[in-house]
């Protein structure tokens, strides 16, 4: 059995840090003056001083370096564990929300999913809508660093080919890992700064540019509104479009534009794959609305750029139910969830850069077939992929595909129908948020949902946060061994 | 541009047979006396002269061997061309079909898929009911063959991984690839009159049991009764379950076992594994159809496994609507029907192999993760597997996920509803037989599909029939040059 100690003073310090972040709503409930303030004071209190007192008893162990099984456990054990304690104001709140609802909104919230439990957010007090903006914007930070910091070494889903990238390129710029973390969360600030004040030259009020600009570049999705973005379309649209793709693209190269390399983010095989996408999608949608809306090509362009963005970078608002948008749409909404944004974003789902690998790996084997002899070798970003990586990504592949039919299945055996099942299972295990028919779909939430649903469907969100592999190591025996 | 005459030559002798076995429909349309022995006449003449002309004007290439690309022109070509002929009777014959139902049912027929655009079976002349099952027993032994002979040495979809074995295998105890198909023909007719004696014994007059033995050996699933297998219901269904289940193994170890390696079946693992995913499904379902037939045993454990052999072996037969039996069952017969049989059998899918190699693929990622200098190989029966194979065996996967997204969305643009849409899809790509919703489900067919959506899954049946690589192989460029 190996030493849990270092895993849990690290774990400490964070639970800490969360509980410190709950002054700010507590702050701003005091000044709503609805009374509301003792709850986050509270919840702050439970937070800090449990969080402090494991790190304190394990502090001495604090200073030795992570192995590879502490990394993992520490990993998987930060999004197990903030949920628990980032879901308590839900339930000492108005929400006055039982456990299994609190860690599904707090689970919902750090994994930057947006599948949300609450209904009547409209009335709900500041601080609570606040809060569930901050869990989706220190998730989004927290897997960015991760992404960049972690899974590379941790050789899950072929992660490891940005291994040697982010270490060469960092090494260069910024020799440590704390440095990344920094400069990556100055960037992260600045763009929600900047998304804040574009919400409010829109029309936002202060505080729902500032939660909405919270969940957007953590690509995260939660709303003020029962209605999501609805109340919100127009220029709004545009604007939360442009900083959900700028926030599903990879923060490693904001960094390096900062630092003169101006092209760093063009050059990227991955970007331009994605941008090419997203462009696509948009052409072939917007077509489509115009044959449901003729006369309306502003808001066909307008409303095909905005779901997109937010269905591919995994954000999760909608701004209108495109449920009534006919069943080409609707498959096509669900298909989009499942391409997912850039590595080392705070996009989640499969990711971009998977399917480049797969297809340069497809072209690969296609010349094969013609030519038995031949020696080709794929290549991502004009760089050969050893074959280790490849078999990662399909394991992956494999991994979600897997995850995804036996999730539908245990989500079906609640008694939930083909539809909500299968599409519940997607969005949860992308981390997109909405997902198709009445009952979950862009019009709908996930409130209603059994309990056992419930539980299944916060696995599955931290399952697909964390790159699937990440979590299932953890149960192989041979990982608890030596 | 290579020429293309020696796989004329082929195709004009396998047209030519075709026709000839047209004559025994119309014998028995003679013997059934409704004076429909001219459809079935007429459209032997027109296939044995259009096969018979291209064979005779392109005799003079057939003596050259075929190259790799005649190879796969002649594999896809045939299963292009043979429906287009099958299809005659149904135009000319009771059915009165137009072209786009014609060709669908044919290549239904001839894939071994199943789904049916006809409605009235019951009264159509016994003719046309031979017809159908007599495509699909052709389909069977055709892909049996092509699956050994042909498949391994186009190296798509992992399938190379039975080249050597096969011709070592076959080599010692059999010289030629003609000999290989007649030993194997011997054993497939041998099984289909078994099989047809045994329904006889349950009760079928000798015309029902021999159309559907011809479809139990063939995975293929067409039946006599717009019900199906419903009019069947008891020990018949036994029957089915064993043929089916037999007919979904490796038909080179029936040979081996004729041969006196009398383990030869129980010793490949992929036997074992199917067996294991089909014990382990039946007990899964009988405990939860025991939930809805508390007092009927027998019927949950029959129904259970008759429905289970049906979907996973690709046969399609149904004995009773389960679109009733609750959203987790449902959902499992979806996920059943992606997970198919033995390779080198009749039955289609992903199948059991593919998922085989991608979990022992996967179980030496997860040692890799724990212990990244390790050295370690993934095995299949006991042998180490090269990472051109798994490779292979991923694009195979990824091909078959984007295929079935694709053409979900496709049919979606038709107007299909979002569960139609994506189960046609899927049962037309693993050539299953019936979809999931009330249009397309075990108790509907596919005549009021829209034409685009017809000639689509038409299309579909052929891909996946010809494990999908074979097909997307011709549509690159690179494969016309030189
Ligand atoms: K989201
Ligand atoms: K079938």
């Excluded at 947006?114 to 809508?129: A, E, H, M, Q, Y």
């Excluded at 003729?294 to 701004?319: D, V």
């Excluded at 009534?324 to 298909?335: D, K, N």
């Excluded at 340069?360 to 290549?379: C, D, E, M, N």
Aim: glycine letters at 12%; one cysteine or more; hydrophobic letters at 50%.
């Amino acid at each position: 059995m190996f030493d849990v100690r270092p895993v849990a003073y690290v774990l400490g310090l964070l639970v800490t840090t969360l509980g410190g972040c709950m002054l700010v709503p507590f702050l701003v409930d005091i000044a709503e003056g609805r009374g509301q303030w003792p709850v986050f004071l509270e919840s702050a209190l439970i937070t800090t001083l449990c969080g402090g007192l494991v790190s304190l008893a394990c502090a001495n162990a604090g200073r030795q370096g992570l192995t590879l099984q502490q990394t993992f456990l520490l990993t998987v054990g930060a999004w197990v564990v903030l949920p628990l304690f980032g879901g308590i104001p839900f339930m000492l709140g108005a929400t006055e929300a039982r456990i299994v609802d609190a860690f599904f909104e707090a689970m919902s919230g750090i994994t930057t999913t947006g599948s949300t439990v609450f209904t009547g957010l409209d009335g709900l007090p500041k601080g609570i809508l606040l809060w569930r903006g901050i869990l989706q914007w220190l998730g989004g930070i927290g897997i960015i660093v991760v992404a960049m910091v972690f899974l590379p070494e941790l050789r899950v889903g072929g992660m490891q080919i940005f291994r040697s990238e982010a270490f060469e390129t960092m090494g260069k710029i910024l020799p440590r890992a704390t440095e990344i973390a920094s400069s990556i969360s100055t960037i992260y600030v600045g763009m929600t700064l900047a998304c804040a004040a574009a919400y409010m030259v829109c029309g936002m009020d202060a505080f729902d540019a500032t939660v909405h600009a919270l969940t957007t570049l953590s690509t995260g999705g939660f709303a003020n509104y029962d209605s999501s973005f609805g109340g919100f379309q127009g220029p709004a649209e545009y604007v939360a479009a442009f900083f959900m793709i700028a926030a599903a693209l990879p923060f490693v190269r904001y960094v390096q534009m900062l630092n003169g390399h101006h092209t760093a983010l063009w050059r990227d095989s991955q970007v331009r794959a994605f941008f090419g996408t997203i462009l696509a999608l948009v052409a072939v949608m917007s077509v489509t609305l115009l044959a449901l809306f003729p006369h309306h090509p502003e808001q066909a362009i307008r409303e095909s750029l905005f779901n997109i963005s937010s269905i591919i970078s995994g954000t999760g608002y909608a701004s209108v139910d495109y449920m009534g948008w006919g069943s080409f749409l609707v498959t096509l909404f669900f298909l989009i969830g499942l391409i997912g944004g850039c590595a080392g974003s705070t996009a989640c789902s499969v990711k971009i850069f998977r399917y480049q690998l797969l297809f340069a790996s497809i072209r690969v084997q296609l010349k094969r077939i013609r030519a038995p002899h031949g020696v080709f070798t794929p290549r991502f970003d004009g760089r050969p992929v050893a074959d280790e990586v490849l078999n990662s990504v399909m394991a992956y592949f494999v991994f979600f595909v897997v995850s995804l039919g036996v999730l539908s299945l245990a989500l079906g055996f609640t008694g939930l129908d083909f539809v909500t099942s299968l599409s519940g299972a997607a969005t949860a295990l992308a981390n997109v948020g909405p997902g198709l028919g009445e009952i979950i779909g862009p019009a709908g939430n996930f409130a209603t949902l059994n309990d056992t649903a419930k539980w299944m469907l916060s696995f599955a969100m931290l399952v697909g946060r964390l790159e699937i592999m990440a979590v299932f190591v953890l149960f192989t025996l041979r990982f608890w061994r030596g």
